[in-house]
């Protein structure tokens, strides 16, 4: 019987080591995943923040369209856009959350940020056709420029524009698949 007893007692210490290893685990794995979900919103912090600098670069060289021929009109409004670009990044950004509060609401706001990213493009595009449809009649109108010089400068711009869209999707592409594999690592740090 005491033989018994003493099994028993050793099968009952041998339990409860195997469950501090494993409380010490869970600890250790969700501190490494809470590491790694603070380096993605890192990652998509950086790359969110490109769209702001780029808005603000273009800002600096919109008062040159002036010089060639641009109305005052579509100079003002490309700054008001270009105004209205920032502003609405730097929301749209102020929804990126930390790691270190509660995870429900870090998954919420992470979604707002997606929601509201995705939804970007229903106004970036119509403002975007009427700057540039805008700017083609300005330059046609205004410009004492020849022919040639004309395309030239159209070409120019086009392959701007072409350029600006491609890196902006794939930044935009970026952001999103970043927020996704962030939003995957919160429900599973909320599953441990």
Known sequence: METTDNTLKEMQQQ????KDKLDKQTIV???????AASKGINNLRIKSRIP??????AMLGVPSF???????????????????????????????????????????????FKKIHAEWLKIGIPLLTVWVSWL??????GAEMSTYEMLAMFAGIGVCLVIGLVL??????????GADELIGQIKELQGM
């Open 29 to 35: 794995n969700d501190k490494m995943l809470r590491y």
């Open 136 to 141: 083609i009649v300005d330059m046609i109108r």
């Open 66 to 112: 002036y010089n060639l021929g641009c109305s005052l009109y579509f100079v003002i409004y490309s700054e008001l856009m270009m105004l209205f670009c920032i502003g609405a990044t730097i929301y749209t950004n102020s929804h990126i959350p930390n790691m270190e509060g509660n995870l429900v609401t870090a998954a919420s706001q992470l979604t707002r």
């Open 168 to 177: 902006g999707l794939k930044v935009r592409r970026d952001v999103m698949n």
């Open 15 to 18: 339990m409860q080591l195997l």
């Open 52 to 57: 702001y600098i780029a808005g603000v670069a």
